[in-house]
């Protein structure tokens, strides 16, 4: 299996991935963030578009084609929509995260992002409602529920690229 | 403050531009020709002729296309990427000098025709020979060539004749603003190219300097930032006498090579679409759909020659990219739309009127530019929407030909 890359000047990258006898699928990622999937038959042959897709809902299809789906521990966007605009999901506290070492009440997670920690993972046993004393670790896998922009604000706390700007 | 009317008839501009940019949209065609087709028809010496009320080039308008022109410059460096242009640098140098030879070549011949002096050829070759990046890459999208193999051809030669452009803005400039004779001709290249050299100094040396000034956490700040520096920059080279296009340019390219540049990519790409539309529609506004007539056998005779001389580059471009007698056709094909640089070449030929060029000259090469590109973006953008059977009556006849010369691959 081979992938080609190359730069399309002022539009974005094309990616190019043999997938089978002489098939080929060619996906155009847009510097807007859109990404095109198109099937080619043959090396020369004209492109077929199949769908097109905005940045967040192709790393969503992405995800599940990466089989991330069944592994929840993962914090590979692992979500469940609870209602409209309301997530549950489970983030893994990384090596480096600003927020590891400290306890819930001084992370000031509920301030600072606007999510809250519904439960943490620890060891293959779960401490269901933290309290404000708990202390985060490195290693937890924390199930926390918020809109998905606290969400994105709350996944660089628990990341080890905090310290980055906007 | 402006009177009331003065606001009201900015109002009918922007609302007669969208309406026609919907139109546009919906049939399928580059906005371009019907942004230039609204100013025309709105401005003096249509409706203006058979009703008291028409809409005219105020002052604000004509800074508005100024800014037009300021930003589709400031993209174009904002875009280049020297370093991409350097990794691809044999295949993108092949076809993009094989197109600049044969088009801005053929130009210069189509010009000593039609003219018969070394100045007003020079500005035709260069009208002539730059397609349209904007047209180009926005019908690549809608067609969805883009994921085809004749996407980097193209998009690589739009890169090559951005950078040449860039030189031949200072270059042209310099010949409009210094005089007729050869020496002084010589003299003004002269200073162009230190222009060019204190604009390269600023790319190199400011950009640390940019990415501090850029460096706002509101969205105000930056727009205001980068809008500021750039229409700075343009600004004082126009006073100077050089090309404010250029300017724009360089800044761009220095503000490409900071992190800030997806942003701005993201956050002032309105502000460009927004002004670039009061450009065509200023173009309109200022151009007496009467004098076509007198150019008519220039366009004519231009659209009839350098159809084919974009069909051939392009077609060779593709050949160089490996690519079979189909697909280079329509590399061809998609190449032939000219657009927004040829217009600004037009407006930079007025700049030399009464001086460098007599105004019959200066207005004639202007009419004929406005006409050429309303003809070429129109038959671009059919020529690539039709391909399918173009290519099917070319492609069989080419294949005969070349079978008995040449070997494929």
Do not use: C
């Amino acid at each position: 299996m081979t992938v080609y890359e190359s730069d399309l000047p002022g539009v974005g990258k094309k990616f190019e991935i043999e997938i089978g006898d002489e098939e080929r699928l060619v996906i155009v990622t847009h510097n807007t963030g859109k990404r095109e999937v198109f099937l080619k038959t043959s090396e020369g042959a004209d492109s077929e578009k199949l769908f097109e897709l905005p940045d967040r809902l192709a790393r969503t299809v992405g995800t599940i084609l990466e089989g991330a789906y069944f592994q929840p521990v993962q914090s590979e966007q692992v979500e469940t929509m609870l209602a409209e605009g309301t997530f549950l999901e489970w983030y893994n506290v990384e090596d480096g995260s600003e927020i590891a070492g400290h306890t819930l009440a001084d992370a000031r997670v509920r301030e600072r992002t606007g999510v809250s920690v519904a439960a943490i993972e620890r060891a293959g046993s779960v401490v269901p409602s933290p309290q404000a004393d708990t202390v985060i670790e490195v290693g937890d896998t924390l199930v926390v529920i918020g809109s998905q922009e606290d969400l994105n604000e709350f996944d660089v706390l628990v990341s080890n690229d905090a310290g980055t700007p906007e | 403050m402006a009177s009331e009317v003065a606001l009201f008839e900015l109002g009918v501009l922007f609302a007669a531009a969208a309406l026609v940019g919907g139109i546009a949209s919906h049939l399928r065609q580059s906005v371009i020709p019907f942004y230039i087709a609204t100013g025309i028809l709105l401005g003096p010496f249509v409706i203006g002729r058979l009703t008291p009320y028409a809409l005219e080039a105020t002052e604000f308008v004509e800074l508005g296309a100024e800014l037009g022109i300021v930003f589709l410059l400031f993209f174009l460096g904002l875009e280049f990427n020297l370093n991409r242009l350097l990794a691809n640098r044999s295949r993108i140098g092949k076809a993009g000098t094989v197109d600049l030879v044969v088009n801005f070549g053929g130009g210069m011949v189509l010009g000593f025709v039609l003219f018969r002096a070394f100045l007003p050829a020079f500005l035709v070759a260069g009208i002539v020979y730059i397609s349209s990046s904007a047209i180009i890459t926005k019908s690549l999208i809608d067609l969805g060539w883009i994921a085809n193999d004749e996407a980097e051809p193209m998009l690589g030669t739009l890169v090559y004749e951005d950078l040449v452009i860039a030189v031949y803005l200072v270059v042209a400039s310099a010949l409009l603003l210094g005089g007729g004779d050869l020496g002084a001709a010589v003299q003004s290249i002269g200073v162009a190219l230190g222009v060019i050299l204190v604009l390269l100094a600023v790319v190199w040396f400011g950009t640390p300097f940019f990415q501090r000034v850029l460096d706002a956490d509101s969205h105000e700040f930056i727009v205001l930032r980068a809008v500021g520096i750039t229409v700075l920059a343009a600004g004082a080279a126009l006073a100077l006498g050089v090309s404010e296009a250029v300017a724009a340019f360089f800044i761009g390219m220095a503000f490409s090579s900071t992190e800030h540049i997806e942003q701005l990519e993201r956050l002032l790409e309105p502000i460009r679409d927004l002004f670039a539309a009061v450009f065509f529609v200023w173009i309109g506004l200022v151009t007496d759909p009467l004098v076509f007539a007198g150019v008519l056998t220039l366009i004519l005779v231009a659209v009839v020659v350098t159809v084919p001389t974009k069909l051939v580059s392009g077609y060779l471009g593709g050949r160089i990219y490996d690519l079979d007698i189909r697909q280079s056709t329509r590399v061809g094909l998609g190449m032939t739309t000219r657009g927004e640089f040829s217009l600004i070449i037009a407006t930079l030929a007025l700049s030399g009127s009464g001086t460098t060029l007599t105004e019959t000259v200066a207005q004639t090469i202007y009419a004929f530019a406005v006409g050429y590109v309303l003809v070429m973006s129109i038959v671009g953008t059919m020529l690539m929407q039709y391909s399918t059977p173009i290519e099917g009556a070319i492609v069989p006849r080419l294949s005969k030909v070349f079978s008995d010369s040449s070997v494929e691959n």
